[in-house]
């Protein structure tokens, strides 16, 4: 199926793919709808509008409206990202601060709100690792433009590490085969990498272990023993 937001109303129109016909049209209280993440586990879809002051959650067995939640998307409509590890929604909004909701599943409900304390305009999950990626951008005292990339902990919901960029941040994606998160400047022309990598447990042998020698022996031994062969007579 493929859900469609209106640009006019609430409305969430959902077609049919195997004949191509609308089969429901949903009524999501939320104000032109713009986008949405899937949650393929729960059968749910999150859809927001940087115009609501709301999203509503669908779901997408029944095409029904289970709930709305007061959060609304950024004005660049940046997309939400579900975590399937977690079972949990990302979604940042700029109304009225910068913050990163993030939404229980299982429940429907806001668990944690972080202040990311500037604008995101970019957003990716390294699944691998279980970590969120975003990048945010603010000034400094002498009004220089500054980007950050932050790494958000999603097993605890908390920021280890965040990195300053002196230039513009123009685009960021990821490679879960490297695994790699690659983040792009407009102002010189840089692509910046970085290794996102779980540490490994260190194989070290204990000083107590017994070692243990295994003999290999052949019976009878051509070079100890002698073989005696007898004919009839």
């Not at 709301?54 to 289970?66: E, F, G, K, P, Q």
């Not at 000083?207 to 003999?215: D, V």
């Amino acid at each position: 199926k493929v859900y469609c937001g209106s640009s006019w109303d609430d409305k969430v129109t959902v077609i049919n793919c195997a004949n191509d016909s609308v089969i429901a049209v949903i009524s999501s209280n939320v104000g032109f709808p713009s986008n949405a993440v899937y949650n393929p586990q729960r059968r749910k879809i999150y859809v927001g509008s940087e115009r609501s002051s709301r999203c509503a959650v669908i779901d997408a067995i029944s095409d029904t409206l289970i709930k709305n939640l007061p959060i609304s998307l950024d004005i660049y409509r940046l997309a939400p990202i579900y975590n399937g590890v977690e079972d949990k929604v990302y979604w940042y909004t700029d109304n009225p601060i910068f913050v990163i909701h993030i939404i229980d599943c299982l429940a429907d409900s806001v668990i944690k709100s972080i202040d990311v304390g500037g604008t995101i305009f970019g957003m990716n999950l390294a699944d691998w690792s279980n970590r969120l990626y975003f990048t945010t951008l603010g000034g400094d005292t002498t009004g220089q433009v500054i980007s950050w990339l932050n790494v958000l902990d999603c097993d605890n919901d908390s920021l280890i590490a965040k990195v300053k960029f002196e230039t513009f941040y123009w685009g960021m994606t990821i490679n879960s085969r490297a695994p790699r998160i690659y983040v792009a400047s407009c102002d010189d022309s840089s692509l910046y990498v970085f290794r996102d990598e779980i540490p490994g447990i260190d194989e070290v042998a204990s000083p107590n272990r017994i070692t243990k020698t295994n003999r290999f022996e052949i019976y009878p031994n051509p070079a100890k023993s002698f073989l005696a062969i007898r004919f009839p007579q």
